[in-house]
């Protein structure tokens, strides 16, 4: 990532582009030390309590499939954009448990994007993330804002 | 937390009821930790790129200050609790920034209550959250789902 080289600014981002996922796989040691610090539930803490619960097995806390969720976004699409970050997410769904041993991947897509009318060097983009687990269901849908500068005058970008 | 002294069930999350709280200071270390692992933006890893970036210096990533609210939530009422967990949130909005040193609290609120009609062992509860700044400003609000067992026919509870 080089700050002074953007990659991705608001111009790439035109409705129905796609970003895929690379896969991750999480295991049980992340997940419960996740869970240790931000959301110790017996279900997201111990392999017998998960099993126990409506979940079905150790599974991660839904933040922690949200916070890798976010992960897969930075390395699909924001490192080295010009993103501004986001004022929150229209949804968050987790559909399914994410168990140990679980395989991610998913992509997102570009929803609609506009310049902002009271800042017109930041874009508004929304997005819509799906990310899948190894026997393609979808675990977690997540619709978001991403404020994107726009291309610099003079910047030596494609679409600029 | 002890899973056989269900704390709070179902049957205790009234419309309007309250859970305050506690609070905590998210200091520059675990914001960069943070960010490292799930959000590794500029504004989230540096002092100087926060500060040149519209967040205004070096800035916890939504994902994190969502994760911060859940254990806050832990806390408030579900340790101890027959949570089952969440499918999902209807809002996440991260309203102002949350930066290095700032000291967060606020509460959260039963919003509505009802028993699942397809497994009537289980409680939909709405809930509310509100995540304040030590200037009292809002910084989060996520309205979500909590799925609560209900009280175990003949258990020794206050509300069974």
Known sequence: ???????????????????????????????IAFAREFDPQPMHMDEAAGRASILGGLAASGWHSSAVMMRMLFEAYIDGSTSEGSPGVDLMEW???????????????VLDARVSRSRPEIGIVRMRAEVTNQRGELVAVSEYINMMRVAAKGADHADG
Do not use: Q, W
């Open 1 to 31: 990532m080089d700050e002074t080289v953007p990659n991705y600014t608001f111009e790439d981002f035109t409705p129905g582009r796609r970003f895929d996922f690379s896969k991750r796989t999480m295991t049980a040691d992340e997940i």
């Open 95 to 109: 559909k399914r448990p994410v168990l140990a041993g679980d395989t991610l991947g998913g992509h997102c897509e």
